[in-house]
């Protein structure tokens, strides 16, 4: 059965993005920062196509595990929106459920991605990519908001967090107005690394 997960990188001091985002600005100017240890993984070069990275180890095989469990996903606008401008063609390799306001037909790309606009809801959202996981996990993309939602909807079963050993001062929180009634949590497994710390939780809805 289909897990809910989201798999995040986060500074230390808790930002998941910074100020001022725009397509010309994905995710505030922050993603050297706190996604470095990632463009060092020849797995996630890999995954776009692209000859890259020098390391091979327990990130990489993070990396392509996440994306191996992974059968649909689930974003907001403005995820979409920052980086439809330079994502490669078929980056996702599934189907993509992004929430929006706006009413537009599927962008179905060469190869296995297809962009779904949703306006209904994460619920709708999340009923649709269960259909196309068939039995894989769905993962909540981003941004920092659309994660907070399904947090706060008590739908979230599993996360990564990846803890970059930098303090960026301001920016997007990721856990940003969270019910902390809603959930136990359980720290399943801790992998360190040169460039960051992985954790991953389990979550039981009390």
């Known amino acids: 059965m289909s897990k809910i997960i989201f798999d995040s990188a986060i500074s230390l001091d ?13 995710m505030g100017g922050v993603s050297a920062q706190i996604h470095s240890w990632m463009f060092h993984q020849k797995a996630f070069w890999n995954h776009l196509g692209l000859d890259g990275g020098n390391e091979d180890g327990p990130d990489g095989q993070l990396i392509r595990a996440t994306i191996e469990r992974t059968g649909a996903y689930i974003m907001g606008k403005r995820m979409f929106e920052e980086g439809a401008a330079s994502w490669p063609n078929d980056l996702y390799k599934a189907d993509v459920y992004v929430l929006t306001h706006e009413k537009r037909e599927p962008w179905v790309q060469q190869g296995t991605t297809t962009f779904y606009f949703i306006n209904e809801g994460i619920h709708t959202a999340l009923q649709m990519a269960r259909e196309s996981a068939k039995g894989k996990d769905i993962r909540i993309q981003g941004g920092a908001n659309t994660i907070q939602q399904f947090l706060n909807a008590g739908l979230v079963d599993e996360f990564f967090i990846h803890i970059a050993p930098v303090f960026l001062g301001n920016g997007i929180r990721l856990f940003e107005g969270i019910d902390k009634d809603k959930y136990d949590l359980t720290i399943a497994e801790v992998i360190p690394s040169d460039l960051t710390t992985h954790i991953r939780y389990t979550l039981t809805k009390k």
């Open 14 to 26: 808790g930002f998941f993005a910074g100020n001022n985002r725009s397509p010309q600005n994905p």
